[in-house]
């Protein structure tokens, strides 16, 4: 029984390689720095990999770390840098020589690279989004890579993805890819520790990113870049939800992304679910920056979740933070669970005036009425769908 499983599941993925014409692939900085700064001769090593995948007619997109962590190693500052200013200050030293040294590896392929800094604002705001993709399409359509980078530089605490395993999720949606492959210094996703633990298990197919899965990986802390193993299940996650399968493999392994695309089980594969979210509804979960929460009560909570409901202001019990019309909220229920994520109709000031009154009444307090609802169904999202993928869709893009 359980070898036949395997047999699908291993046909399964085969399936899945053989349709991808255009992936996205993350290295970490763990993968291409060393004790001396950049790693030339696994950036090299790479490059020609990558340039075999590109022969075989599959575009990629390249998400690269490493800004800091080559930085760091000119600037001779005795220490690691502290404050956001001095790893802003790292990552503008390190980031074109992380630039230099990969266009230096594709020259030798005759291969161009192009240049793309991007932040969390770059993302939110869906007219540069939109703008953005069509760079990227451009760029793939000349035949070049794009190398994207977060803007280290110019990021606050507030418009920061905070690591690369995040953006390289929104870049695979960003620009259509059918893989995000995650290159990292360990195997894969393992159920425990395979530093501490000589019996630790690679976990070679996740089905569906739930609780266990993240407990597997709350176990690996440390060492693998900015987000650890978390923020790589996370983002895995957030691809399989738009349908598009992921994988996690040990980027220092000689031959792995060749090996990735001949179809060898390596890593942790992460089979896409069927029904994905929408790019818009994707987009609201994950790109946007939450900027404030409503707690909702019994009632709202059982509508939103069960009968695909929009929330009114009657269910809406208490207003948290400060947030302006079309900013994203989080809804959370009385016993403090996040339920949903959504774009408000109203800004914060004004919903503390209309929470728990009826929508005939919204024009009589406020002089005005933007919406009958505080949030519209089409720009809410179930946090708990995220884990079940069953909204529907009015939007193409
Ligand atoms: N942008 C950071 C850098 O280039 C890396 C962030 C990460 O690894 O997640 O150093």
């Known amino acids: 029984m359980e070898a036949q499983r395997e047999e699908t599941v291993a046909d399964f993925r085969t399936a899945l390689l053989s349709r991808v014409k255009r992936t996205v692939i993350k290295v970490g900085s763990g993968v291409l ?61 390190g980031q074109p020589a992380l630039i230099m040294a990969w266009e230096k590896a594709f020259e030798r392929h005759g291969q161009k690279v192009a240049q793309i800094l991007i932040t969390r604002d770059d993302l939110t705001n869906r007219r540069r989004y939109l703008n953005a993709r069509n760079t990227l399409r451009t760029l793939l359509s000349w035949d070049i890579i794009p190398i994207i980078n977060e803007n280290d530089t110019v990021v606050v ?24 492959v995650n290159l990292t210094d360990i195997d894969g996703l393992f159920d425990s520790d395979p530093r501490d633990n000589p019996d630790a298990r690679l976990i070679p197919v996740v089905e569906k990113v739930d609780s266990k899965i993240k407990n597997f990986a709350s176990t690996i802390p440390g060492f693998l870049g900015t987000g650890g193993m978390s923020s790589k299940i996370a983002a895995a996650q957030k691809v ?36 994905s979210l929408c790019k818009r509804k994707h987009w609201i979960a994950f790109a946007k920056a939450p900027k404030g929460e409503l707690v909702v009560d019994k009632g709202a909570e059982k509508a939103i979740l069960f009968n695909g409901k929009s929330l009114l202001p009657s269910g809406i019990m208490e207003v948290r933070g400060k947030f302006g019309v079309g900013d994203s909220v989080v809804i959370s229920n009385e016993r403090g669970e996040n339920i949903a994520v959504g774009l408000v109709n109203y800004q914060a000031v004004d919903l503390k005036r209309i929470k728990g009154i009826r929508t005939s009444k919204i024009s009589s307090v406020l002089g005005f009425k933007h919406a009958d609802e505080v949030i519209h169904r089409d720009n809410l999202v179930l946090t708990s769908e995220t884990e079940e993928g069953v909204e529907e869709c009015h939007f193409k893009s």
């Open 157 to 180: 605490e507030e418009i920061k993805l905070g690591d690369n395993d995040n953006l390289s999720a929104m870049v695979t949606n960003l620009v259509d890819a059918h893989l995000l």
């Open 33 to 93: 720095t060393g004790p001396r700064g950049l790693n030339l001769s696994v950036i090299k090593h790479l490059a020609s990999c990558i340039n075999d995948i590109k022969q075989k007619g599959i575009e990629v997109v390249l998400v690269s770390s490493g800004a800091i962590a080559s930085g760091f190693k000119k600037v001779a500052l005795g220490r690691k840098p502290k404050t956001i200013s001095e790893k802003q200050a790292v990552a503008a030293i």
């Open 240 to 275: 399989a939800l738009a349908g598009i399968p992921g994988i996690i493999a040990n980027g220092l392994r000689p031959g792995v992304l060749r090996d990735i695309f001949e179809g060898r089980a390596i890593g942790t594969f992460f089979l896409p679910r069927d029904a």
